[in-house]
């Protein structure tokens, strides 16, 4: 695990968009998920940063506690949330500890028309049950494409990178897991764009473990 680390508020006030968040917590089900993907993380979203809006988090849950800014209700699934909300509810409610890889390319209006394009079409998707979310990630592995009618959090993130040309999309997104976004996996990026190394998020109204 990375050794750099710095506050909640200095991390919404550099995120941009196309940055990732990853999370790694110490529940049953978090444990299962790394065991399942044999992952470092369970958890992972992108950051979306326009103009006019707060930097929001795009990601995939079984939870519907936070508003989703994209419909302006509550919701399971694929949702667009407020960042800075999104990772108190990770760290904060779930326990969960949280780090930032920050996206070293020029994020063009082009890239964010069609990244806007892809949470148009995957806001509100189901997140799949367990069962459901071994056999996508299973398909992935043979490079064989799952139902779009479901989807879970790095196949959110793998959708948003497509889009925006970040991936060539030759793999289908089930086949990423929230690891192949950790750095050392082979997480293949164009445009000449490369993610940096994992800063550890602290929140400071957190009592860490």
Known sequence: MADSRIDLD???ELT???DIWLFRGDSIADHAIRALTNAPVNHVGMAVVLDDLPPLMWHAELGKGLRDVWTGDHHRGVQL????EAVKQWTDRYGQRGW??????EV??????????TIARMDGLPFPSTVGLIGRVARGRLHRR???????????????YTSMGL???SRPSNYYDP???????????RLGARLGEEIEVWDTGVRYW
């Open 179 to 189: 690891g192949k976004f950790w750095s050392g996996d082979d997480l293949e990026l």
């Open 108 to 117: 063009t209006p082009a890239m964010e028309d069609a990244l806007l394009t």
């Open 16 to 18: 941009r968009t196309g």
């Open 100 to 105: 930032l890889r920050q996206l070293s390319v």
């Open 146 to 160: 799952a139902p779009a009618e479901l989807a879970y959090c790095a196949e959110v993130v793998a959708s948003a």
């Open 10 to 12: 200095e991390a919404v």
């Open 167 to 169: 991936l060539d999309g």
């Open 81 to 84: 949330h407020d960042l800075r």
